[in-house]
């Protein structure tokens, strides 16, 4: 499975933004998928974003859509989260993810083979 090192979070006042970047190294020739996900005071870890490295496909949760976008850059393995318009709900713990299926990336979250450390997001109102 691959390492994967989160940098970016921070503090931010609503309606700032924040870029969020995941490095991968390792075993990072099995990777296909990588994706974010977050985890708020209280709640369980929920999906974000992800993207297919060969494709390009990408999907969203729906309290994101249209605010944050997912890219990645293929030749430093590296996967970005770029978070406009933020608000006090998507304070959380972000996490990086990454497998080798897409399928499992946005389905069966359980089931994915490398997570990172998390970075902290805090969005004050």
């Known amino acids: 499975q691959a390492q994967l090192v989160e940098s970016g979070g921070g503090l931010v006042q609503a309606g700032g933004s924040l870029r969020l970047s995941c490095a991968a190294s390792?075993?990072?020739?099995?990777?296909?998928?990588m994706g974010w996900f977050r985890q708020g005071p209280g709640k369980e870890r929920e999906f974000v974003a992800a993207?297919?490295?060969?494709?390009?496909?990408?999907s969203y949760a729906d309290s994101v859509k249209g605010r944050f976008t997912i890219s990645r850059d293929n030749t430093k393995s590296t996967v970005n989260l770029q978070m406009n318009s933020l608000k006090p709900e998507d304070t959380a713990v972000y996490y990086c993810?990454?497998?080798?299926?897409?399928?499992?990336?946005?389905?069966?979250?359980?089931?994915?083979?490398?997570w990172g450390q998390g970075t902290q997001v805090t969005v004050s109102s």
């Open positions: 993810a990454a497998d080798r299926s897409y399928t499992r990336m946005i389905g069966i979250p359980s089931d994915i083979s490398s």
């Open positions: 390792g075993r990072t020739f099995s990777i296909d998928a």
């Open positions: 993207i297919n490295w060969s494709g390009g496909y990408t």
